[in-house]
């Protein structure tokens, strides 16, 4: 959850964008670029019941170096797969826009766990996150 660097590679690209495919597609781009960390503030909502955006991002970023604490499901496998028939399904400029957005966004996300050297620190995969609590709670 780094959104200064999110919003700062967004805002670059989406001049691109912009210049491209229009202000509106640019905008779409901007806000799935910048934004998809939105996950991780539900998922503070949901644990804490609080609406705090500076806790919540205080929070993550104390447990930057726990691995796999939690699921936050818009940086899934699943996510992107289901996002992406919708937008081949809708066939919709503005669509595929947000999804280059969330294209970015991830390669954000990797490019800063590769250099952390900290990959397996989120789960990927919902299936994989729900299979590992199966397992667990047959333990």
């Not at 796999?68 to 992107?80: G, N, Q, V």
């Not at 919708?86 to 490019?111: E, K, M, N, Q, R």
């Not at 919902?126 to 299979?131: G, L, P, V």
Request: hydrophobic share 50%; aromatic share 22%; proline share 1%.
């Amino acid at each position: 959850m780094n959104l200064p660097i999110h919003v700062i590679s967004g805002g670059i690209f989406s001049i691109i964008v912009y210049r491209f495919l229009g202000i509106k597609n640019a905008i779409g781009f901007f806000c799935f670029a910048s934004f998809l960390d939105a996950d991780h503030y539900l998922y503070y909502i949901y644990k804490f019941r609080k609406l705090h955006i500076r806790k919540a991002m205080e929070y993550f970023d104390a447990h930057r170096d726990v691995e796999r604490f939690c699921l936050c499901i818009f940086h899934t496998i699943e996510f992107f797969i289901f996002f992406s028939l919708i937008t081949f399904i809708f066939s919709s400029l503005f669509l595929y826009a947000c999804l280059l957005g969330v294209i970015l966004h991830y390669i954000v996300d990797i490019a800063q766990a590769l250099y952390l050297k900290r990959i397996y620190y989120r789960w990927w995969s919902a299936i994989s996150y729900c299979r590992s609590r199966k397992t667990n709670e047959k333990l």
